[in-house]
């Protein structure tokens, strides 16, 4: 690497700022990725003036630049090559207001997810947005792929959450659109340029999250059904009787359930495992009495009308922490060996055939595969993983054909909550016109004319 940029560097961030040889290639590129990072450096700003100082000389250099936050993302946003120099968020980490009567919390991108909920909960309020690498992903990853979660479905996705965001551009100008108020119609809503644009417009370095009330009360149960027409209107009961508030309505296909719940998964089956789905449901309300009253009400009517043929309600937080250690016990999956996960939205209707459709193709290629299937149905998403016997590339393309290309006719997304990164961006036009690509390109063009930004992401 060039001494003075390195000398450059070091006058904006300070000797620990910027890493070098060793101190790079031993980080891992990824929670679920071996290979260690390539990178010619990785520098590691404090503050929205460090970034800024940061991107102008890269920009000046035309120095390919890729933000790194908790590296739990799934769709390999954040690979890099080895002429490419790694902006991490990992120092920007203050919290530097919470407003209970707002209901605001302001932060640096680099605050994990986690540390935003319990920074919440000290002040007796709520952040919503949860999944399950909480406890490593970054609220600034978190905007940047404009994740979902658990709670979608009451909450929305993490572009409902942010009410404001300080960005830099490539060129090193600061946006500073830190609004804190719900209601702010004054042209263009620029923060939406850079959620879910995964740091290819520019680089989130500061958030005004939207806070809610804490929940007084949780019910949470897990269901069993014997057909998805019946799913479905387990959906509509229980959303309906809880006036649009259910929380989450998980879904698991038999294959998934019975993997996370025999040897050696965590758990044991609360519900015997020959049902094709397992719906994992959850509300919070406002009073425990009445809303456990109420809840289990519900469900006793849907027992009768014979949407559900088995349930097991949570008596307590140990109980409830069990039903969903078996929502996310995903990691059970690399037991089929080399797996491919897939991220996937859809029309509720359409998912019954689709599925169908999918272990078709599979079925076409090879003679034993795995498929299961679980997700946030209510929120139209599925997770999708299938494992062949093989890893290799070839394997790999037949797989994602399997899984994409019946999206086309519904108008399905190839990504729900994940993004594209390297991973999906030759199927982007499964779910993008080609005029959107265009105007999507013209924009990127204008913010990022020397496509420093994250480059070759998202699209070439």
């Given at each position: 690497?060039?001494?003075?940029?390195?000398?450059?560097?070091?006058?904006?961030?300070?000797?620990?700022?910027?890493?070098?040889?060793?101190?790079?290639?031993?980080?891992k590129?990824?929670?679920?990725?071996?290979?260690?990072?390539?990178?010619?450096?990785?520098?590691?700003?404090?503050?929205?003036?460090?970034?800024?100082?940061?991107?102008?000389?890269?920009?000046?250099n035309?120095?390919?630049?890729?933000?790194h936050?908790?590296?739990?993302?799934?769709?390999?946003?954040?690979?890099?090559?080895?002429?490419?120099?790694?902006?991490?968020?990992?120092?920007?980490?203050?919290?530097?207001?919470i407003?209970?009567?707002?209901?605001?919390?302001?932060?640096?991108?680099?605050?994990?997810?986690?540390?935003?909920?319990?920074?919440?909960e000290?002040?007796?309020?709520?952040?919503?947005?949860?999944?399950?690498?909480?406890?490593?992903?970054?609220?600034?990853?978190?905007?940047?792929?404009?994740?979902g979660?658990?709670?979608?479905?009451?909450?929305?996705?993490?572009?409902?959450?942010?009410l404001?965001?300080?960005?830099?551009?490539?060129?090193?100008?600061?946006?500073?659109?830190?609004?804190?108020?719900?209601?702010?119609?004054?042209?263009?809503?620029?923060?939406?340029?850079?959620?879910?644009?995964?740091?290819?417009?520019?680089?989130?370095t500061?958030?005004?999250?939207?806070?809610?009330e804490?929940?007084?009360?949780?019910?949470?149960?897990?269901?069993?059904?014997?057909?998805?027409?019946?799913?479905?209107?387990?959906l509509?009961?229980?959303?309906?009787?809880?006036?649009?508030?259910?929380?989450?309505?998980?879904?698991?296909?038999?294959?998934?359930?019975?993997?996370?719940?025999?040897?050696?998964?965590?758990?044991?089956?609360?519900?015997?495992?020959?049902?094709?789905?397992?719906?994992?449901?959850?509300?919070?309300?406002?009073?425990?009495?009445?809303?456990?009253?109420?809840?289990?009400?519900?469900?006793?009517?849907?027992l009768?009308?014979?949407?559900?043929?088995?349930?097991?309600?949570?008596?307590?937080?140990?109980?409830?922490?069990?039903?969903?250690?078996?929502?996310?016990d995903?990691?059970?999956?690399?037991q089929?060996?080399?797996?491919?996960?897939?991220?996937?939205?859809?029309?509720?209707?359409?998912?019954?055939?689709?599925?169908?459709?999918?272990?078709?193709?599979?079925?076409?290629?090879?003679?034993?595969?795995?498929?299961?299937?679980?997700?946030?149905?209510?929120?139209?998403?599925?997770?999708?993983?299938?494992?062949?016997?093989?890893?290799?590339?070839?394997?790999?393309?037949?797989?994602?054909?399997?899984?994409?290309?019946?999206?086309?006719?519904?108008?399905?997304?190839?990504?729900?909550?994940?993004?594209?990164?390297?991973?999906?961006?030759?199927?982007?036009?499964?779910?993008k016109?080609?005029?959107?690509?265009?105007?999507?390109?013209?924009?990127?063009?204008?913010?990022?004319?020397?496509?420093?930004?994250?480059?070759?992401k998202?699209?070439?």
């Open positions: 690497m060039d001494v003075s940029f390195v000398s450059a560097v070091k006058k904006i961030t300070g000797d620990s700022g910027l890493l070098l040889g060793k101190d790079v290639s031993e980080r590129a990824g929670i679920w990725i071996e290979e260690p990072i390539a990178a010619q450096a990785i520098i590691r700003p404090k503050d929205t003036k460090e970034v800024s100082e940061i991107l102008t000389l890269c920009n000046k035309k120095l390919p630049v890729v933000p936050g908790g590296l739990t993302g799934l769709s390999q946003a954040a690979i890099t090559k080895s002429n490419e120099i790694v902006i991490s968020t990992e120092r920007m980490t203050k919290i530097e207001n407003d209970s009567i707002g209901r605001t919390l302001t932060a640096q991108s680099g605050v994990k997810l986690q540390t935003i909920q319990e920074a919440a000290s002040e007796n309020m709520y952040f919503p947005l949860d999944l399950g690498a909480r406890g490593s992903c970054t609220i600034g990853g978190n905007a940047s792929t404009n994740a979660g658990n709670k979608v479905i009451r909450y929305g996705m993490t572009r409902d959450l942010v404001g965001l300080e960005a830099v551009l490539a060129d090193g100008t600061i946006i500073s659109s830190m609004n804190s108020m719900i209601k702010n119609n004054t042209g263009y809503d620029l923060k939406q340029l850079f959620i879910g644009s995964e740091g290819t417009l520019g680089i989130i500061r958030v005004v999250l939207r806070l809610q804490k929940p007084l009360s949780q019910c949470t149960a897990l269901l069993a059904a014997d057909s998805f027409d019946k799913v479905k209107k387990i509509k009961h229980l959303d309906s009787g809880l006036a649009g508030n259910l929380t989450a309505f998980e879904v698991m296909w038999n294959e998934f359930y019975t993997l996370v719940t025999t040897p050696p998964a965590l758990s044991n089956p609360p519900i015997q495992q020959n049902y094709p789905y397992y719906i994992l449901v959850e509300y919070s309300g406002f009073n425990q009495a009445v809303d456990t009253q109420h809840f289990n009400g519900l469900l006793d009517a849907a009768k009308k014979n949407m559900i043929v088995e349930a097991v309600i949570a008596q307590n937080e140990k109980d409830r922490s069990g039903l969903w250690g078996i929502r996310d995903v990691e059970q999956q690399f089929y060996g080399p797996i491919k996960i897939f991220d996937i939205s859809l029309p509720i209707n359409s998912m019954e055939a689709y599925i169908e459709e999918v272990r078709a193709n599979l079925k076409k290629h090879w003679k034993n595969f795995h498929c299961t299937v679980f997700g946030h149905v209510a929120d139209c998403n599925l997770h999708i993983i299938t494992a062949v016997g093989s890893g290799e590339k070839k394997a790999i393309k037949l797989m994602e054909e399997c899984v994409y290309e019946p999206l086309r006719a519904i108008k399905g997304s190839v990504s729900a909550e994940h993004g594209i990164g390297l991973e999906k961006k030759s199927y982007l036009n499964i779910s016109t080609e005029e959107e690509i265009k105007l999507m390109k013209k924009l990127k063009k204008s913010l990022d004319p020397n496509n420093i930004l994250n480059p070759g998202v699209f070439d």
